[in-house]
C-alpha cells in the first residue's frame, strides 16, 4: 500500500468514528420489518374494505402504544420547517406533521388502522389527519396535488393527497395552508424535505404558478434542476420531456392547459404534484420557455451571492459578470511562501489531447475525460485582493449543505494552502484590473 | 477498522446486533456519508435479515453475509435516489482530530474525506471497501456483484481522482 492509500484508508477510518451509535437498532430493525409486513397485509385488505368504506389507511408507524418518540422518523437528513413539527414514517416515505399530533389506531368496521392527528376523533373521523395509502389501491377523485374543500358541510376543512414512493399521502386541515404544508413535506427517504410554508405566485408565459419560495430548500439550495415550463403541442400529443437531469432527481408533472403543455420539475413528486395543480393559464398566449431560469432567486428578489458562475467546476455565462472569459489556474503557495497562480488550459478526449499525451507519456482517453495543462508563466497572486471568493470542495469552511459553489472568506484559499505541493484549481473574474470575483473549481 | 467477522457468533439477533451493529453502522456511514442515511441503510438491512435470522445464524460467515446486505442496501438506496452531488460531510475547519490519521493535518484530513465523498457512488463503494474494509479486490466483487476487473478500474480511478485532488502524482 502506498503512503497516499495508508492515509486515506486512516481518513477513512478515522471519519468512521462519527458513524451514529448502535443503540436500539434490533428494535428499529423490528420495527421496520413489521411495517414492512403489515403492509403486504393490508394492501390485501384494503382492495376489499374501500368498497364498503373509505378512506381506509395502510398501517403506518410501530406497535401502536402511541409512543410519541416512535412518531418522529429517523430522518436527520432534514430539518423540520419552523416551529414544532415532526417528522412521521410509514417505511421509506417521510412526512412533517405539528408537532403536537399524536398517532391513533382506528377501527373501520373490523379493519384497524392508524392515522395521525390532533385528537383521536379528529384522526379518526378523518376531519384533520395524515394519512398513508398503498397507492396501488388508492382510488382517489381528484388529480394528485389538489387541495379542494371538503364537500361535507359541517367540514369546513381542505383535503388533498401526493404521491410518494409507492405510497398516496392523504390530509386535511381546516387551513388550507396548513394542508398544502403537510403533504408539500411527503417524500421519500432521501429525497430533500421540502419546507412548504411560504408559498409565492408566479405570472408568466401567460400561466399563473404557485411554487414554495425556493422551491422549499432554502436560499442556499441547487434549484437549477427545478423549473416550470411551458412547450407547444396537441393534446393527443404530449411533448418529449426535455430530462434536466436523471429522473430520480426529480418530481415531474405534465399537463395540457389552455393549448399548451406545460411541464414542472420539483425536488419531490409531492412537491410536482402540488404546484402542478395550481397552474392556470392567464391569457391566451403561444409563448414558450420555462418560467424564470433562477426561479428561487427570482421569487424572493435577491440578487445572486456573487456575480459570476463558477458552475461548480465549468463556468459558465452569467447576466451581470463583466468578464465572460475568466482565467483558469491553480493557486499554490511559493517558495517564498507567498500565493501564486499558474493558469491553466484544458484538453479534452481528442486530437488534441492525445497528441499531448502522447508526446508528454501520459495516459490516454484521460481520466474523466478531460486534463488541465499549464498554459503561461505563473505569477503571485492575493486571494485578499478578490471581490468575493467562492468554494466549492476543499474551501467549504463553516458550508453544511450539498456540494455546490458557495461564498467563503477569501482568506480561506490561503489557510487551505499550508502546504506546498498542494494546489487549488481556481478560476478569476477581472473587471478592468480588478478582480471581482475569485472561485475554486471542482476539478474531478 | 472494525473486525466483523472475528468474534463468535451469537445465537440470537438482538445479541447479534448488540455486538455487531457498530461496525455495521461504521460501515455504513462511510459509504454514504452521513449518520441519517447510515442508519436508513443498517436498519434496512437488518430488518431484511430478520425474518431470515435462523438460517443467516447458521452461515459459516454470517457477518460477511450481513455486511453485504448493508453495501446492497447502500446501492439499492443509491440508484434509487441518487443525486447529482454527493452530500458532504458535516466538517468544520476548527474539527479536531484523533485517532487512526493522527498524523495527517486537519486541513487534508477534511481535504482527502470531501473528496472521497464526492466520488461517484460506484467508485466510493469500492474504494470503502477496499481502505475501510481492507477486502481484497475479489472480494469486493464478490460483494457488489461485479468483475474483479472492473472493481480493480473503480479504485484505481478513485485513487486517480483523490490524488488529483490533493493535488498530487500519480506513484
Known sequence: MSDFEERLSAVIAGQADDAPQGGGLAEAARRRHGVRRRRQLAVGAVAVVLAITAPVVVLAGGGGDGARDELVGNDGTSTAPTGEWQTVEDGDVRVAIPGDWGRFSCDFDGFESEVFGPTEVDACDFRTYLAFYGSATFDPFAGPGVISANEDADDHGWSGYVYAGDLAVTSSTGDRELTRRILASARVAGQPEVDGSEWRTVEDLGIRVDVPEFWGLGAEADLELYAVCVAPGERDDPPELEPKADVDEVGVGLSYVSGRWVSVSAPTQALGDLVMATVEATAASSAIGCVRDDFGDGLSGAEPAFPCDPGFGAPKPRAGCPDPAPDLGWLSRGSGGQLVLQPFRTLHNDAEGEAYAQENGLEYPFSNDYLDVPAGAPAAFDPLSAQVCTGAIAIRAGHRGPLEDHVVDCADFGAALTRRDSRIPVAVWRDDGVVVQLSELYRP | ?171
Open chain 2, 1 to 171: 477498522m472494525d473486525d466483523v467477522g472475528a468474534r463468535p457468533v451469537p445465537a440470537a439477533f438482538d445479541d447479534w446486533v448488540a455486538a455487531r451493529g457498530s461496525a455495521l453502522l461504521r460501515l455504513a456511514y462511510v459509504l454514504t456519508g452521513n449518520a441519517a442515511d447510515a442508519e436508513d441503510v443498517v436498519q434496512d438491512a437488518l430488518s431484511r435479515a430478520l425474518p431470515r435470522w435462523d438460517q443467516i445464524s447458521r452461515l459459516d460467515d454470517p457477518d460477511a453475509y450481513v455486511r453485504r446486505m448493508v453495501v446492497n442496501a447502500h446501492t439499492s438506496w443509491w440508484r434509487k435516489f441518487r443525486r447529482r452531488e454527493s452530500p458532504a460531510a458535516d466538517v468544520r475547519t476548527d474539527e479536531v482530530v484523533t485517532g487512526p490519521g493522527e498524523g495527517l493535518h486537519s486541513d487534508e484530513r477534511r481535504r482527502l474525506w470531501a473528496a472521497c465523498q464526492a466520488l461517484p457512488a460506484d467508485q466510493r463503494t469500492a474504494v470503502v471497501l477496499r481502505y475501510y474494509e481492507q477486502l481484497e479486490y475479489d472480494e469486493i466483487a464478490a460483494l457488489t456483484g461485479v468483475r474483479e476487473g472492473t472493481v480493480r478500474s473503480r479504485v484505481s480511478r478513485g485513487i486517480a481522482v483523490l490524488r488529483q485532488e490533493m493535488g498530487e502524482r500519480d506513484e
